[in-house]
């Protein structure tokens, strides 16, 4: 789940920022999304257009369940600085690779 949003540093003026989580909301054969959990590690990474050794990567540890299904950044990326490596009216590429560990409940 990626999101624009903007920066609320006290005291300087509002920047874009992107949010960047990592949603884990299944659904059982009967609808419901009650009762499960897992465990993840994940690493949320926006492309570099150019160079992948520019790629900007951060990592999260989490344990999801019903109640608190996502997890990641608020402020993964100022948007203005980086928009030249990353960013292009045509494509943009975000990238999640997630392990995840079932609970054994």
Excluded at 11 to 33: A, H, Y
Excluded at 52 to 64: A, L, S, T, V, W
Excluded at 90 to 97: D, E, Q
């Amino acid at each position: 789940m990626c999101i624009p949003r903007s920066s609320n540093a006290a005291g300087s003026e509002r920047k874009p920022t992107l949010g960047f989580f990592l949603q884990c909301n299944p659904i059982d054969v009967q609808g419901n999304n009650n009762g499960w959990s897992c465990y993840a590690r994940a690493t949320l990474s926006i492309l570099s257009r150019e160079k992948p050794e520019n790629d900007f990567n951060r990592r999260i540890n989490h344990f999801f369940y019903a109640k608190e299904n996502d997890w990641g950044y608020s402020n993964f990326m100022m948007m203005e600085v980086q928009s030249s490596l990353y960013f292009s009216v045509i494509c943009l590429s975000f990238v999640r690779t997630v392990r995840v560990n079932p609970d054994d409940n």
